[in-house]
């Protein structure tokens, strides 16, 4: 007769229970027991450590990388909290063959660049920051933003992709009311100089 599987699974944890009843440890500690009281010797103790980082070696400094935005006369601002992501897609025209799997690329070219930049401007009066909503500062950068033409950009993460102009696609902000400090969201893209040669030139009629 078979007993169900509860009744097995109780039977064998008896046996086990009444198998490990036979089992006999040997001490584990054959010598002295520890001593916590250094031998005699005073305990020598060790000063705390200095912190890695010294908080008045950050103070006046800018953690973050400065970003530089103007119109082509130089006017602009110079934002020392904005935080910038970029990306590109290259462009490749896949082709289907017959009977093959997979597809042949063609590369084309290198996309523009998408700029995503979140700004935060911070409510000053003389100067000084003060407990205001930075309105005027507001302001500046959207008449800036607002421009309709490229704009010239510059920070330290920009230079590294090789990005100096950008187009504006886009603003947005969410007013703050609970602090002196408002961000601004901008999208855009990036916008180089091209030179453009014809080998086609068609001589103006009557001339040799």
């Given at each position: 007769m078979k007993l169900p599987i509860s009744i097995n699974l109780a039977a064998m944890s008896w046996a086990q229970h009444e198998a490990k009843r036979l089992v006999r440890f040997k001490k584990g500690r054959t010598g002295q027991p520890p001593s916590w009281e250094g031998h005699g010797e005073d305990i020598t103790t060790h000063t705390a450590g200095q912190p890695l980082t010294d908080r008045a070696y950050w103070e006046g400094r800018y953690v973050l990388c400065e970003l530089r935005i103007e119109n082509e006369a130089g006017e602009g601002v110079t934002l020392a909290d904005a935080v910038?992501?970029?990306s590109r897609e290259r462009r490749i025209v896949s082709t289907a063959l017959v009977g093959r799997d997979g597809t042949v690329k063609e590369y084309i070219n290198e996309g523009d660049w998408a700029i995503s930049i979140v700004v935060g401007l911070q409510g000053v009066q003389d100067g000084v920051m003060a407990d205001v909503w930075p309105d005027a500062q507001v302001r500046e950068l959207r008449?800036?933003?607002?421009?309709?033409?490229?704009l010239r950009v510059q920070s330290s993460f920009l230079d590294v992709w090789g990005i100096s102009r950008?187009?504006?696609?886009?603003?947005?902000?969410?007013?703050?009311?609970?602090?002196?400090?408002q961000t601004m969201s901008i999208s855009a893209v990036s916008d180089e100089d091209y030179e453009i040669f014809s080998n086609d030139y068609e001589a103006p009629k009557g001339a040799e």
């Open positions: 910038v992501s970029v008449k800036l933003l607002e421009t309709k033409e490229a950008m187009v504006v696609k886009s603003i947005s902000a969410t007013q703050q009311t609970d602090s002196n400090y």
